[in-house]
């Protein structure tokens, strides 16, 4: 199980940027993916997250309106569209999956067995 997470950049506040997670080893639509953030200093936290069975999504309020997480079944690839940026959303993003199909998903971090290995994302002018 690998997961690949890019698209990360420099962006000015109010840009636009999208991430991607690109899995290997397994069908990505068969298990929850959540995407994660963390900044110098804090703790890792959930950002997003879709389930396998239903697609439902997930958001953490500071993104909601913001961040849309979407899933490419034919690609193996689920994204993260991130509009609005703010420089409070800078940090290192990673993807991650627990590994389970389930009809639910949690933006928690130590729910989740598998991780890529981060793309940051710098919001600055």
């Known amino acids: 199980v690998q997961l690949q997470a890019s698209g990360g950049g420099l962006v000015q506040p109010g840009g636009s940027l999208r991430l991607s997670c690109a899995a290997s080893?397994?069908?990505?639509?068969?298990?929850?993916i959540g995407w994660f953030r963390q900044a110098p200093g804090k703790e890792r936290e959930g950002v997003s997250c879709?389930?396998?069975?239903?697609?439902?999504?997930y958001y953490v309020d500071s993104v909601k309106g913001r961040f849309t997480i979407s899933r490419d079944n034919a690609k193996n690839t689920v994204y993260l569209q991130m509009n609005s940026l703010k420089p409070e959303d800078t940090a290192v993003y990673y993807c991650?999956?627990?590994?389970?199909?389930?009809?639910?998903?949690?933006?928690?971090?130590?729910?989740?067995?598998?991780w890529g290995q981060g793309t940051q994302v710098t919001v600055s002018s």
């Open positions: 991650a999956t627990d590994g389970i199909p389930s009809p639910g998903c949690g933006m928690v971090p130590a729910e989740y067995d598998y």
């Open positions: 080893g397994f069908a990505l639509d068969y298990y929850p």
């Open positions: 879709i389930s396998s069975v239903d697609g439902n999504t």
